[in-house]
């Protein structure tokens, strides 16, 4: 019997605006989307997958590399073979579609991470409905790496407030942030240093803004620990995962909250 019904709010975004001009190649993180789910399945939770077109996720290609499953190769097939194979993970549903049918049969929300979410989870109506309701239901809210960036959908101006955040008009920004559900919490995110990395050794771009500057912007506490090291906040019903290391210990701390909620 499952211990209950994970809704997971995935993104559909592929090409992300650069600084300057152009695109940057996107997607879905491997490990931060089927690492969490695995371990979530193996805990004897069920899961429902998301997104704004009800497409399937799209998997970041460059997160297909075995220095996200610490180098061990089978570690990184397993990952690989659910993200293609499993059945819930091709079963895709709009956001919108779940919401109608009703929210109050999730035990939990979890938004993987990859810079996807940046594109269109961030200023989704329906995902900010989703943010919402659980956040008043207390139940638990889990992301990681860009993922955390997904809960300024919850903003009434989502759109206008990122649009906002590329113009660099903080005054803008500040303007559209009342009455933010989150504003006063503690969380991570993929941090300034880390995406400073991505920017020069990866992307060889630069992003549209940085998610620390993002959140920070709207309210929240914005904590980082070292570069690539495992590191997870919890804040009443919110948990927030730093980056491609923190999988393990964020879907550790996910079940833990699912456990203890009522």
Known sequence: MSKGTILVIGSNGIQLEAQGGGTITIGQFL?????????????????????????????????????????DDAARTRARNFFNNNPAMNDGRTIRSEIEVGLDRFAGVFFPGGHAPIVDVMQDPAAGEVLRYFHKANKPTAAICHGPISILAALDNAREFRAALIEGDKVKAHALVKDWQYAGYQMTVFSRSEEEYAEENVFHKKLIFNMPDALEAAGAKVLNADNFTSYVVVDRELITAQNPMSDHELAAKFIEALATAH
């Open 31 to 71: 490990n931060e989307t089927a690492v969490p789910l695995m371990t979530l399945v193996a805990a004897g939770y069920d899961f429902v997958l998301t997104t704004p077109t009800g497409e399937k996720p799209h998997m970041d290609q460059d997160s297909d590399a075995l220095i996200y499953f610490a180098n």
